[in-house]
């Protein structure tokens, strides 16, 4: 399945596009395709402006999500807002989502297995909001994204081609939190994306 291979959103308007991403919520909340939805309790969807230009894409639920069925609302999602702040963006800009939509017990990473049982909700996701510009944050949105295995400090600070859609990976909020200094060369990547010449 290419990821990155349509953009059926593109010609609808807002109406049409909410109601075409609350089926896919509604499949998402009811999904037992791998052993996530054992110890879930919330899917997480994401949310945001749904004519966004720009998709910012995280790897999966944490625990406050988990609780919320929101993205990005704990600590790690303090720093992305932070950021965006930093770039003249807000929540109400963009469209928030992860790549997996359930949280992996203890936070740890998400196995392969469970990647690939969200990548059709994904698929459906960006094919629908269609985004200029996709933001991934970290190794594992990234690599999914793009369809790579190279390591998150090669790919970073550079807007990629792939498929039908631009590509900009960035570090991970979390990993901002651990290294703070990491916090200007994510502004700088984002920043990248606002002076992109398709977002002008």
């Given at each position: 399945m290419e990821l990155?291979?349509?953009r059926i959103g593109k010609d609808m308007d807002r109406e049409e596009r909410?109601?075409?991403?609350?089926?896919?919520?509604?499949?998402?909340?009811?999904?037992?395709?791998?052993?996530l939805h054992e110890c879930r309790n919330k899917t997480v969807f994401g949310m945001g402006n749904v004519m966004a230009d720009i998709v910012v894409c995280g790897e999966s639920p944490g625990r406050e999500e988990d609780e919320k069925?929101?993205?990005?609302?704990?600590?790690?999602?303090?720093?992305?807002?932070?950021i965006l702040m930093e770039v003249g963006l807000s929540r109400k800009d963009i469209f928030i989502?992860?790549?997996?939509?359930c949280r992996p017990p203890k936070n740890r990473d998400p196995e392969e297995e469970e990647i690939e049982s969200c990548?059709?909700?994904?698929?459906?996701?960006?094919?629908?909001?269609?985004?200029?510009?996709?933001?991934?944050?970290?190794?594992?949105?990234s690599q999914t994204?793009?369809?790579?295995?190279?390591?998150?400090?090669?790919?970073?600070?550079?807007?990629?081609q792939?498929?039908?859609?631009?590509?900009?990976?960035?570090?991970?909020?979390?990993?901002?939190?651990?290294?703070?200094s990491a916090k200007e060369?994510?502004?700088?990547?984002?920043?990248m994306v606002m002076e992109a010449e398709i977002l002008k």
């Open positions: 990155l291979e349509n909410k109601t075409a991403l609350k089926k896919i919520g509604f499949e998402i909340s009811k999904c037992q395709k791998c052993k069925g929101r993205p990005f609302v704990g600590r790690a999602g303090g720093v992305l807002d932070s989502l992860n790549v997996v939509k990548l059709p909700y994904l698929k459906a996701q960006l094919d629908i909001i269609s985004p200029k510009i996709i933001v991934t944050l970290g190794k594992y949105a994204i793009i369809g790579t295995q190279d390591p998150i400090g090669k790919l970073r600070g550079t807007i990629l792939v498929g039908n859609f631009l590509v900009l990976p960035t570090y991970h909020p979390a990993y901002v939190l651990r290294n703070p060369i994510v502004v700088r990547d984002i920043k």
